[in-house]
């Protein structure tokens, strides 16, 4: 027999393989990098003019505003997380490596967060200071905002998951993802709110953290099996 | 037992055996409404603070509640579907997707109407309300999913996983909801509270309850002989059966 | 050679039975049965859209079958997929190559997902198919079938037992089709086995290759 017993790699191994794949894909491809971030601040520019220049007004609502564009920003950016991998036959190589598939797709979901999410995070604190929010908040809304968009991130790798397949999917995606993403945007939306007011955040910022590892911890599971779904034809 | 449950699994046999359940869940539900909508609309008195307006409550807490339960029967039948791969369990969830939807429609015009003379407005973001738009979002998503796949047994897999998602999210959903609208209005209660209730405003409630859940059964027989029809349409028992009768 | 193979394994690694595949209205594979033996090729033929792909994706695990089994040294195959993945490698139509990584880099994220393997191993096998010259171009920049030879570096590279491989010789020239001929040949010598899907028969005549006509 031809196959010898193969040093089968460590799962950190794994996932340390997917994140450098991953990544020198993404600096290779800078736009799919920034394109959500642009659309991000874009989407936040619609209020002002929408509603009104005057910054009181913006700031009681810039936390709803930052956050809902957060949300919108993290789906587009969906797009780039497993279509390219799926169109090209390399999920199904993962699909068929003898590896945890769920644990691949959680090291490629992370990645995606890295490359999406956390350009968000840094940069809602220049958005929210032109809508009026006070420097004091920055620590506030960044934190929330990093738990809330690991949280999108995975919510919305499970819809990706059970869409990649469908032909013109993405409205279809944004109609899965964000009724489930609806607690995140209440928690991160009102700790940013309280914070603004100088109330302690420790009750929606404990409930993000609580969100973020359940999805962490089954997330995945379902992100494989719609995958496994996804890659049959 | 268990061997009238593999049997049951056959289209063939679940058609048959479900199409004679259907009038022993369908007129007991009748009935039970017509006993339960007298006794709410005629026998039980009015209420002290919302004179009769509180009657809607009869049609609006049955559907919220079977608005629920049928996004949880809907996820159960999806799971047994994926794990023990009976088919008719995914022809089951397919099933009761749009009653629930019906359910969950008919809670929010319920609910509309039943607050139009309290607050005076057709629509108020009390949670209630908005779990229950947000449950109707769900079902809707599982709907617009099984829709998007061609193949029946790649929608049914695929939207029994997001059945599983839905349904561990939704106790998520109505906290986070109930807690939002607790911090505009301190800790109180759904503006949509049911008065305080009292033994002959209870008995029509329980007796509507129970009679809604029977009607879902009927509709649920109804909608699921359909969903053999649609998936056993080029089976042979199906063009046998129709020739020989 | 191929006898002496035969003698030591007589129980076939890879088998389907009764295997049957709906694609929606379509009854596509009925009752698809064989057996695959160490240092055998079987070669599926038949018209196109008679189920080929279909059955070497039910073979592989990514297509669930309506009924019949699949067994892999004599285990069902839901019970134990990941060791049977483990000694697999699949080709399918499209190359499984990133587009923007280089040669070089698509096996080694390719392989290093199963087995450690060092770039001089990756450069030897590129130098084996003969497309050497293309180990640091990003693969968009390769004909098609240059990139169907990096696709099959990336198989001989997983040291699987079991290839599997869908049209594995589109887009290959003349010399290509020789040399991928030799590895298999090379393969089926070490007691390794193929299953192909491919309109052109591949060495023809010689032992221990056999054809499965679907109809």
């Known amino acids: ?233 | 037992m268990w061997l009238w449950f593999h049997k049951l699994s056959s289209p063939p046999y679940a058609y048959r055996t479900v199409g004679l359940m259907r009038p022993w869940l369908f007129w007991p539900a009748i009935l039970l409404m017509i006993v339960g909508a007298f006794g709410g609309l005629v026998l039980a008195p009015e209420d002290y603070q919302q004179k009769d307006a509180f009657r809607i409550i009869y049609v609006h807490v049955p559907s919220a509640s079977l608005s629920l339960m049928v996004y949880v029967v809907m996820a159960v039948a999806a799971a047994v579907g994926v794990i023990w791969r009976i088919k008719l369990a995914h022809a089951v969830a397919a099933a009761c997707a749009p009653i629930g939807a019906w359910f969950t429609v008919a809670t929010l015009v319920t609910g509309s109407i039943y607050g139009k003379p309290m607050w005076g407005t057709w629509w108020e973001w009390d949670p209630r309300l908005t779990s229950e738009l947000i449950l109707l979002f769900l079902y809707l998503g599982y709907m617009a999913l099984r829709a998007s796949f061609d193949d029946t047994q790649r929608a049914d897999r695929a939207s029994a996983i997001l059945a599983i998602v839905g349904v561990v999210n939704v106790p998520i959903v109505k906290y986070s909801v109930v807690w939002w609208n607790s911090l505009h209005q301190g800790p109180s209660i759904s503006k949509l509270a049911a008065p305080s209730i009292e033994g002959s405003m209870l008995w029509p409630l329980l007796t509507m309850m129970l009679a809604f859940i029977l009607y879902f059964g009927a509709v649920l027989c109804d909608r699921l002989r359909g969903e053999i029809l649609r998936r056993e349409r080029n089976a042979s028992w199906l063009s046998e059966s129709i020739a020989s009768s | 050679m191929l006898a002496q193979v035969a003698a030591t394994s007589p129980q076939p690694q890879l088998e389907a039975r009764a295997v049957h595949l709906w694609r929606g209205e379509k009854h596509l594979l009925r009752g698809v049965s064989f057996a695959l033996y160490s240092g055998e090729l079987l070669q599926v033929v038949g018209p196109n859209g008679v189920g080929k792909t279909s059955l070497l994706r039910c073979v592989a695990g990514l297509l669930p079958t309506e009924s019949g089994e699949i067994l892999w040294q004599g285990q069902q195959l839901p019970d134990g997929r990941d060791e049977f993945h483990r000694e697999l490698a699949y080709l399918a139509h499209v190359n499984g190559l990133k587009s923007d990584l280089t040669a070089l880099e698509n096996l080694r994220f390719g392989v290093a997902v199963r087995r450690a393997v060092a770039t001089e191993e990756l450069r030897e096998i590129l130098q084996l198919l003969h497309v050497e010259a293309c180990a640091d171009l990003p693969v968009r920049a390769l004909s098609a079938g240059q990139k169907r030879r990096v696709a099959l570096a990336r198989i001989m590279l997983t040291r699987a037992s079991l290839w599997i491989l869908d049209e594995p010789i589109t887009n290959l020239d003349k010399a290509g089709i020789a040399l991928f001929e030799a590895r298999i040949a090379e393969h089926m010598r070490a007691g390794g086995m193929i299953l192909t899907a491919a309109h052109q028969l591949l060495l023809q005549g010689q032992p221990g290759v056999r054809t499965l006509e679907l109809r």
């Open chain 1, 1 to 233: 027999m031809q196959s010898s017993v193969p040093t089968t790699p460590g799962l950190g191994n794994i996932l340390m393989l997917v994140m450098a794949r991953d990544l020198r894909l993404a600096v290779r491809h800078w736009d799919q990098v920034l394109q959500p971030l642009m659309f991000f601040v874009i989407v936040t520019t619609l209020f002002p003019l929408a509603i009104s220049p005057a910054l009181d007004e913006l700031r009681r609502i810039a936390p709803g505003v930052l956050w809902v564009a957060a949300m919108l920003a993290s789906l587009l950016a969906l797009e780039s997380l497993f279509r390219p991998d799926v169109e090209d036959g390399t999920m199904e190589q993962w699909v068929l490596s003898g590896q945890p598939l769920s644990l691949l797709l959680l090291a490629k979901t992370a990645t995606h967060w890295l490359l999406t999410g956390l350009p968000l995070v840094l940069m809602a604190p220049i958005v929210g200071t032109a809508l009026g929010m006070p420097q004091s908040v920055w620590p506030v809304l960044a934190a929330t905002l990093a738990l809330g968009t690991g949280s999108l991130s995975i919510l919305g790798a499970i819809g990706a998951a059970l869409t990649v397949s469908v032909r013109r999917g993405s409205v279809l995606l944004a109609l899965l993802v964000l009724p489930l993403e609806m607690p995140v945007l209440i928690f991160g939306a009102r700790a940013v709110d309280l914070a603004m007011h100088g109330e302690p955040v420790a009750g929606p910022l404990n409930l993000l953290v609580a969100l973020l590892l359940f999805f962490v911890s089954l997330g995945p599971f379902a992100m494989a099996a719609a995958m496994r779904i996804s890659v049959e034809s």
